[in-house]
C-alpha cells in the first residue's frame, strides 16, 4: 500500500480553476501509473484522468477533455490535476490511485485496476 495524500480541493465558482495535488510520503510515484477518480454523491466512481509511469502518456474522459490536464512531476514525487473551466457537475470528491499491475494508463481501466488510494479532497463547484 502506498499513502497517498491528496490535497487542493475547495470551492470554486462556475469557470473557475483548481489544481489538485497527489502526493506520497517516503514512497516513489515515479513508478506507477496514477489515475485521479472523482465520486459524487449517488453516483459511481469516474476515473477522470490517467498518467503512465514511464512514457508519461495521459488519457481523459471525455467529459474534461480540454479543461482538465494530469502532470507529474517526478523531482517533487507529486503529480497534479489542473482542472479549469469547472462546471457544476465537476462537484465530487477527488481520489488519486495507483495503477495495480501495469504503469501503463489504459481507457478501458478502472477503480478496480487501481490499488492504494488517498483519503480524497472535495471540490465544490458552486456560484
Known amino acids: 500500500q502506498v499513502p497517498l495524500v491528496e490535497s487542493g480541493g475547495g470551492l470554486v465558482q462556475p469557470g473557475g480553476s483548481l489544481r489538485l495535488s497527489c502526493a506520497a510520503p517516503?514512497?516513489?510515484?515515479?513508478?506507477?501509473?496514477i489515475g485521479w477518480f472523482r465520486q459524487a454523491p449517488g453516483k459511481e466512481r469516474e476515473k477522470v484522468p490517467c498518467?503512465?509511469?514511464?512514457?508519461?502518456?495521459?488519457d481523459y474522459a471525455d467529459s474534461v477533455k480540454g479543461r482538465f490536464t494530469i502532470s507529474r512531476d517526478n523531482d517533487e514525487n507529486t503529480v497534479y490535476l489542473q482542472m479549469n473551466s469547472l462546471k457544476h457537475e465537476d462537484t465530487a470528491v477527488y481520489y488519486c490511485?495507483?495503477?495495480?499491475?501495469?504503469?501503463?494508463?489504459?481507457?478501458?481501466?478502472?477503480?478496480?485496476?487501481?490499488?492504494?488510494w488517498g483519503q480524497g479532497t472535495q471540490v465544490t463547484v458552486s456560484s
Open positions: 490511485a495507483t495503477g495495480k499491475s501495469t504503469p501503463y494508463c489504459s481507457p478501458g481501466s478502472g477503480a478496480a485496476d487501481f490499488g492504494s
Open positions: 517516503g514512497f516513489t510515484l515515479r513508478w506507477y501509473a
Open positions: 498518467i503512465s509511469s514511464n512514457d508519461g502518456s495521459t
